[in-house]
């Protein structure tokens, strides 16, 4: 049995302005998400919008659904803002082809939460206030974590270790965490 490691859907960082934005797959399943909730749902003229949820959400596969389907009611300059205030809150509470659990992003996070015991919730709640790279150092200062429990907190994905080294927390698991 081998562990492999999942990240969210690519999508066009910050810098990219190349005709091929559209093809990005997390932009690909926003948009196709968002034009089954709303047949009127234009990506040339949602593009900017588009982008900064794809990047909020970290290219997030549920997310990217649930804010698609918020599209129906808002633009999505208005969806990305209210990811940006906690994203937990997106929501399909609708949607059939969702299971219970995946009709609410805070619902999905909290059952991950409730897998980890006391110590490592406390763990990942102390790491959620470092920004950016959370290095060995840091860990160990802020959360007092050692390299097992932050160990236990990458098995259980509530950090990914970086290729350049440290970890980093999705932002939506920090948001839920703080």
Same mark, same amino acid.
């Given at each position: 049995?081998?562990?492999?490691?999942?990240?969210?859907?690519?999508?066009?960082?910050?810098?990219?302005?190349?005709?091929?934005?559209?093809?990005?797959?997390?932009? *690909? $399943?926003? #948009? @196709?998400? &968002?034009?089954?909730?709303?047949?009127?749902?234009? +990506?040339?003229?949602?593009? /900017?919008?588009? !982008?900064?949820?794809?990047?909020?959400?970290?290219?997030?596969?549920?997310?990217?659904?649930?804010?698609?389907?918020?599209?129906?009611?808002?633009?999505?300059?208005?969806?990305?803002?209210?990811?940006?205030?906690?994203?937990?809150?997106?929501?399909?509470?609708?949607?059939?082809?969702?299971?219970?659990?995946?009709? *609410? $992003?805070? #619902? @999905?996070? &909290?059952?991950?939460?409730?897998?980890?015991?006391? +110590?490592?919730?406390?763990? /990942?709640?102390? !790491?959620?206030?470092?920004?950016?790279?959370?290095?060995?150092?840091?860990?160990?200062?802020?959360?007092?974590?050692?390299?097992?429990?932050?160990?236990?907190?990458?098995?259980?994905?509530?950090?990914?270790?970086?290729?350049?080294?440290?970890?980093?927390?999705?932002?939506?698991?920090?948001?839920?965490?703080?």
């Amino acid at each position: 049995e081998r562990v492999l490691a999942l990240g969210g859907l690519d999508y066009p960082p910050e810098d990219d302005e190349t005709p091929d934005w559209a093809e990005r797959p997390a932009v *690909r $399943l926003f #948009v @196709a998400r &968002a034009a089954r909730a709303y047949p009127q749902f234009s +990506a040339e003229r949602e593009r /900017a919008g588009i !982008l900064r949820i794809c990047r909020l959400v970290d290219g997030m596969p549920l997310a990217l659904e649930l804010a698609a389907a918020l599209t129906r009611t808002a633009p999505c300059a208005e969806i990305a803002r209210e990811i940006e205030r906690d994203a937990s809150r997106l929501a399909s509470e609708d949607d059939p082809a969702l299971s219970p659990r995946h009709r *609410r $992003l805070d #619902v @999905a996070v &909290a059952c991950a939460w409730n897998q980890l015991d006391a +110590a490592h919730q406390a763990c /990942a709640a102390s !790491l959620s206030f470092i920004r950016g790279t959370i290095t060995s150092e840091s860990a160990e200062a802020v959360a007092g974590a050692s390299l097992r429990q932050l160990s236990a907190l990458v098995d259980r994905s509530w950090l990914r270790r970086l290729p350049e080294g440290g970890y980093a927390m999705h932002d939506v698991l920090r948001q839920f965490a703080a």
